[in-house]
């Protein structure tokens, strides 16, 4: 079971590493960095500057058990890349660019009587060329006709579903989808809301006519109290990581414990105390892969022998021409967190993952590169959102999931 489990992690890992990339001269990333003017830190630089920040009173102040936060966040991810997957006889190719921006702005409050409550809004995009294997692409289309909202569901749906080929390449279908969205969000007391207002939501299979999908819905609503009261924080005092100054913190958010963990992980610290504190933190992936399964090992983690060979033999399989992992923080000269960013940047040129047995094959092999940004800004700006929204209806009815989802059949046993 545990190869299993590790077998489709590394497929979906496989799937992140060649399904994405940077189109353009625009996305390297750059939103998710703060410039500075830096140099490395070492562990009694560390101890001096960090070694007495509580990232938790950086970020809500003084009083851990009651506090009002808001934050505006700048996201952006390309990708680009391809990936064929054989198994058994035929060889499913796939082949995608992708596009994805999101801003978001939210006002978080908490106190110990009535847990977390936030409200936001934003906006996202996406955008999506690429080619799929035709059967998935017709699977895909047999599900929607299933759930057609317009649909009888106690018509009798004359449809066959796609059969599997059995040998070779398997065919192709272009794919294309755009997506421009509003999002809403309001958490509070034993409820919560998700919204989405489609501004545009379309896509194309193929050479057929581009169709729109849904216009506005709920998401969820009515949540858990689970979901509400997930906020909130409470300093462990066994942090395992050393503590770098004697007088300092030693806590779950002391900024000096974790960023030795940083170096002991194999990144490298740097530090602009010009006016405040900057903190950069960089990365190779595969460094920093190894390092955090080399420390899984040491706190004796259940790791099969066979399985460690099986990770390192992965990793070795992918040939990069950039791995860089950046990771952003910027402190006042109060030590009030004013920002975060990460700047991750991947072109992987070759892979190939071999999982075959004597009885089966499977075998992933493609490349692709990975350009993704993330700036979240501290803000005293107040959430404005729409007040009413009466009129968004709750996303299964929308799609008509709820009666027709039973009428399709599990794909493993199609064809």
């Given at each position: 079971?545990?190869?299993?489990?590790?077998?489709?992690?590394?497929?979906?890992?496989?799937?992140?590493?060649?399904?994405?990339?940077?189109?353009?001269?625009?996305?390297?990333?750059?939103?998710?960095?703060?410039?500075?003017?830096?140099?490395?830190?070492?562990?009694?630089?560390?101890?001096?500057?960090?070694?007495?920040?509580?990232?938790?009173?950086?970020?809500?102040?003084?009083?851990?058990?009651?506090?009002?936060?808001?934050?505006?966040?700048?996201?952006?991810?390309?990708?680009?890349?391809?990936?064929?997957?054989?198994?058994?006889?035929?060889?499913?190719?796939?082949?995608?660019?992708?596009?994805?921006?999101?801003?978001?702005?939210?006002?978080?409050?908490?106190?110990?009587?009535?847990?977390?409550?936030?409200?936001?809004?934003?906006?996202?995009?996406?955008?999506?060329?690429?080619?799929?294997?035709?059967?998935?692409?017709?699977?895909?289309?047999?599900?929607?006709?299933?759930?057609?909202?317009?649909?009888?569901?106690?018509?009798?749906?004359?449809?066959?579903?796609?059969?599997?080929?059995e040998t070779g390449t398997a065919p192709t279908?272009?794919?294309?989808?755009?997506?421009?969205?509003?999002?809403?969000?309001?958490?509070?007391?034993?409820?919560?809301?998700?919204?989405?207002?489609?501004?545009?939501?379309?896509?194309k299979f193929g050479t057929e006519a581009e169709?729109?999908?849904?216009?506005?819905?709920?998401?969820?609503?009515?949540?858990?109290?689970?979901?509400?009261?997930?906020?909130?924080?409470?300093?462990?005092?066994?942090?395992?990581?050393?503590?770098?100054?004697?007088?300092?913190?030693?806590?779950?958010?002391?900024?000096?414990?974790?960023?030795?963990?940083?170096?002991?992980?194999?990144?490298?610290?740097?530090?602009?105390?010009?006016?405040?504190?900057?903190?950069?933190?960089?990365?190779?992936?595969?460094?920093?892969?190894?390092?955090?399964?080399?420390?899984?090992?040491?706190?004796?983690?259940?790791?099969?022998?066979?399985?460690?060979?099986?990770?390192?033999?992965?990793?070795?399989?992918?040939?990069?021409?950039?791995?860089?992992?950046?990771?952003?923080?910027?402190?006042?000269?109060?030590?009030?967190?004013?920002?975060?960013?990460?700047?991750?940047?991947?072109?992987?040129?070759?892979?190939?993952?071999?999982?075959?047995?004597?009885?089966?094959?499977?075998?992933?092999?493609?490349?692709?590169?990975?350009?993704?940004?993330?700036?979240?800004?501290?803000?005293?700006?107040?959430?404005?959102?729409?007040?009413?929204?009466s009129s968004y209806k709750n996303i299964e009815?929308?799609?008509?999931?709820?009666?027709?989802?039973?009428?399709?059949?599990?794909?493993?046993?199609?064809?």
């Amino acid at each position: 079971m545990k190869k299993l489990a590790l077998m489709l992690a590394s497929v979906m890992m496989a799937g992140a590493l060649v399904g994405v990339c940077a189109c353009g001269p625009n996305s390297s990333g750059d939103d998710g960095k703060i410039e500075g003017h830096y140099t490395e830190a070492t562990e009694q630089d560390i101890a001096n500057k960090a070694g007495s920040i509580d990232l938790l009173t950086a970020l809500v102040g003084s009083d851990p058990d009651s506090w009002t936060i808001g934050a505006k966040a700048q996201e952006k991810l390309d990708v680009d890349g391809k990936i064929d997957l054989t198994i058994g006889d035929v060889v499913w190719p796939l082949q995608a660019k992708l596009g994805e921006e999101l801003n978001y702005f939210v006002n978080v409050a908490y106190n110990t009587d009535e847990g977390t409550s936030f409200e936001g809004t934003g906006s996202a995009k996406v955008s999506l060329e690429g080619k799929g294997p035709t059967y998935g692409v017709e699977y895909l289309k047999y599900l929607l006709s299933m759930m057609d909202p317009d649909q009888d569901p106690d018509a009798n749906i004359d449809v066959d579903p796609p059969e599997l080929p059995e040998t070779g390449t398997a065919p192709t279908t272009d794919v294309k989808a755009n997506v421009e969205t509003n999002i809403y969000t309001v958490v509070g007391g034993d409820d919560a809301k998700l919204y989405a207002e489609l501004k545009t939501a379309k896509y194309k299979f193929g050479t057929e006519a581009e169709q729109d999908l849904i216009g506005k819905g709920g998401l969820f609503d009515g949540a858990s109290k689970f979901f509400v009261d997930m906020g909130g924080f409470d300093v462990e005092e066994t942090y395992f990581a050393q503590q770098v100054a004697a007088e300092g913190p030693a806590s779950l958010y002391n900024l000096g414990s974790i960023l030795v963990m940083v170096k002991q992980l194999g990144g490298k610290v740097y530090f602009d105390a010009s006016n405040g504190l900057k903190v950069k933190v960089s990365f190779q992936l595969v460094d920093l892969i190894k390092g955090i399964y080399s420390f899984a090992q040491g706190e004796e983690y259940d790791v099969e022998e066979e399985e460690d060979d099986l990770l390192l033999a992965m990793l070795d399989s992918v040939k990069f021409s950039k791995q860089t992992v950046e990771v952003y923080l910027q402190l006042d000269s109060n030590n009030n967190l004013k920002q975060i960013g990460l700047d991750l940047d991947v072109g992987v040129t070759s892979m190939t993952l071999d999982f075959s047995g004597e009885d089966e094959t499977f075998i992933i092999s493609g490349s692709g590169s990975l350009s993704l940004s993330l700036s979240v800004e501290k803000t005293n700006d107040k959430v404005t959102a729409p007040t009413d929204l009466s009129s968004y209806k709750n996303i299964e009815d929308i799609i008509g999931f709820e009666d027709k989802a039973e009428m399709a059949p599990d794909p493993e046993f199609v064809g």
